[in-house]
């Protein structure tokens, strides 16, 4: 256990349907991360969150939309995805933005149909 | 562009030695990462880098040399429970985190 939940695990979505992940960390810290993870390609760097606050979106497709209510929770809203979308999404948390360390969730497994 | 290039996989016999490269070009450098992550599971971190040479943590270690862009992952006494991807990554300038696609590890008996 990393100190990072994410829910679902596993989720499969048709391309027309909305559906939301969440992730929660446990450990106190001000930054959090979202990653896209294909397969044998770089963890990809979504958006990141300082302390509520949305510091980076790497020309990520509107269909992606991120929330931040607090400190402890990250949210990924999805809608009209399409099938490249399918990958594992991690959410990761560091104490502070670029620190030293990045503690990960287990990610949710999506596949879109 | 910045670029971590590191092997795709990598075969090993347990109780043997491995050494996993990786080599950068980014836009800056304040360190260099290595993460283990287990098939289905989270990445987890492994060891830190940010002045040149070797930093050793029981059966792992990482080295690094700033001016060849240059850093291995070196694991000793290979269990089979090492099986798993090794990914590398970079704090660039911006103290960005700059990730390379991984070295599956696969430990043979």
């Known amino acids: 256990e990393t100190g990072v939940t994410q829910t679902p695990r596993h989720l499969v979505m048709g391309m027309t349907n909305k559906k939301s992940l969440k992730c929660e960390q446990h450990l106190g810290h001000n930054a959090m991360y979202w990653y896209k993870q294909s397969a044998k390609k770089p963890l990809e760097l979504m958006f990141v969150y300082s302390l509520e606050e949305r510091v980076e979106n790497n020309s990520v497709p509107s269909r992606f939309s991120p929330e931040c209510p607090n400190s402890s929770h990250l949210f990924l809203h999805l809608h009209t995805l399409q099938p490249e979308d399918s990958a594992l999404y991690l959410c990761?948390?560091?104490?502070?933005?670029?620190?030293?360390?990045?503690?990960f969730g287990p990610g949710t497994r999506l596949t879109v149909t | 562009g910045q670029n971590i290039d590191q092997p795709t996989e990598m075969t090993a016999t347990e109780g043997a030695i491995v050494q996993i490269n990786c080599t950068y070009q980014?836009?800056?450098?304040?360190?260099l990462f290595w993460y283990q992550q287990h098939a289905g599971e989270a990445p987890t971190f492994l060891s830190y880098n940010v002045l040149d040479g070797l930093e050793e943590k029981g059966r792992f270690s990482s080295f690094l040399s700033r001016s060849k862009g240059y850093s291995y992952l070196l694991l000793k006494e290979l269990q089979m429970k090492d099986s798993a991807s090794y990914l590398c990554a970079v704090r660039d300038s911006n103290y960005q985190l700059i990730w390379g696609a991984g070295t599956k590890l696969i430990i043979k008996p």
């Open positions: 990761a948390s560091s104490q502070e933005l670029g620190g030293y360390e990045q503690y």
């Open positions: 980014t836009s800056g450098f304040n360190g």
